[in-house]
Each structure stands twice: as C-alpha cells, then as structure tokens.
C-alpha cells in the first residue's frame, strides 16, 4: 500500500545564522576560518568557549535596533576580550565575516523575494533580541511575514513553542509548513519534534553525518531549494 501524497507545503520557515548568512556553515566555524587566515593562531578547542562566552553576553543586551554590522562587532570585541588578542586584529576578521555574510544575505534576499509568490515566509532564529533589525538592514525584511527571536521570545529552538509561535503568526499547521536550516539538533530535529517537514543545508564537504528523516531533503546550496517539490 503506497502512502498517500504530500500535501503542498503553504510556509516556508529558515533559520538565519548558517542559513540565510551562509552555505550551512555556522558563525563559529565562519569566524574561526577567517581569524586563521588573518594570522590568529589560535586551538579551535581554545577558540570554541571565547566565541560562545562573547556570543551569549549579547542576549538581552544588544540595543534591538542594532543591525548585522554592529552584532558582528560587539562578537569581535567579545572574543578580543576573552582571548586577549588585539582588538584591530579580531575587528579585522569581524569586517571580513560581515562582508561575507552581506554578499550571501543580497542573494538570500532574492530568493526569498522569488519564493514569495508561492509561499509564506518567516525565519525562526536563536538570536540575540534584534533579530528584526538585523533583517531590516540586510534587505530581507520585504519578503518576510513574520521573524521569532528566541531571546524576544524566551525560548530556543529546538523548543517547539518558537516553531508553533511562527506557524500561528502564519495561520499555518506543521504539516503545512517546511523549515529550511543547518543545524541537525537545533532545525532538523526540532521541526521533525512538531511534525514539520525540514530541509537541512549541508555543504557537500560537511562532515558526513546521516539526516534524522531519510525522506527528507539534504541541499548543499540555498538555491537548490528552487528545484525541490514542497
């Protein structure tokens, strides 16, 4: 007995950082790439808990109409503090991982802007309380219906209530809708806990890694999801 057909997806939903930023490649591993190639030599196991620590301290405290540069700047004032290296050096690799990201965010725009049509769109991001400014600076907001941040919200993903507070803001069911991420746990694990179908964005040369729902696509570029059946 064959199993019936999908019905077509109504919602879109991606995350943000190493999704709509990126390729699949999170803002540590980004950060850390760069700040090699400008000279810190530095362990990544040294590296890992400064990036957190300088991360997590924007929670709640970065002013929410603070847009994509100003974070990436308060990231590399964070880490040149925990790490005690010289702060030009790591605001250096900071314009350098915002430049890269704009570039990617001026196609993820497009994008967006193409699936509009079709879809409902919103993003569902672990953030840092200004998520919309971020979006607003970067060109993305157009497209946008409805942005969850998790620190504006008070929960993060995987927790279902940022998913359930999106699809609701979009009058949309999970099996109405589709979420677009990086992160296995965070994304793919916490869309498939509410019944929401996921489409992970994994660069080809991503550690190899088996998906939580073989059914489910695997893409090694945003815009692949043009090609895709939702």
């Known amino acids: 007995m064959t199993a019936p057909p999908r019905a077509r997806a109504r919602a879109l939903l991606f995350d943000f950082g190493g999704t709509l930023d990126a390729q699949g490649v999170p803002w540590k591993?980004?950060?850390?790439?760069?700040?090699?190639e400008e000279g810190l030599d530095l362990p990544q196991a040294e590296f890992d808990p400064a990036f957190y620590g300088a991360t997590d301290s924007l929670e709640g405290t970065i002013p929410q109409e603070a847009g994509l540069?100003?974070?990436?700047?308060?990231?590399?004032?964070?880490?040149?503090?925990?790490l005690r290296r010289?702060?030009?050096l790591l605001r250096r690799i900071g314009a350098r991982f915002y430049d890269d990201s704009a570039r990617q965010l001026a196609e993820s725009a497009a994008l967006l802007a193409g699936?509009?049509?079709?879809?409902?769109?919103?993003?569902?991001?672990n953030f840092y309380g200004n998520l919309q400014a971020?979006?607003?600076?970067?060109?993305?907001s157009?497209?946008?219906?409805?942005?969850?941040?998790?620190?504006?919200?008070g929960c993060k993903k995987p927790d279902p209530r940022i998913f359930r507070a999106a699809l609701d803001a979009l009058n949309a069911a999970p099996?109405?809708?589709?979420?677009?991420?990086?992160?296995?746990?965070?994304d793919m694990q916490g869309a498939r806990a509410i019944g929401m179908r996921h489409v992970w964005l994994r660069p080809t040369d991503a550690p190899g890694r088996d998906p939580c729902c073989p059914d489910d696509a695997i893409i090694p570029r945003l815009a692949d999801l043009l090609g895709l059946e939702l």
């Open 142 to 153: 157009p497209a946008i219906e409805v942005a969850v941040d998790s620190t504006r919200l």
């Open 69 to 82: 540069r100003e974070t990436v700047e308060r990231v590399a004032d964070g880490l040149s503090t925990r």
């Open 115 to 125: 699936l509009r049509g079709r879809y409902r769109i919103g993003v569902v991001s």
């Open 29 to 36: 591993e980004r950060f850390y790439r760069i700040a090699r």
């Open 134 to 140: 971020v979006l607003d600076e970067t060109g993305l």
């Open 175 to 186: 099996g109405q809708a589709v979420f677009v991420g990086d992160s296995p746990t965070r």
């Open 86 to 88: 010289d702060p030009a």
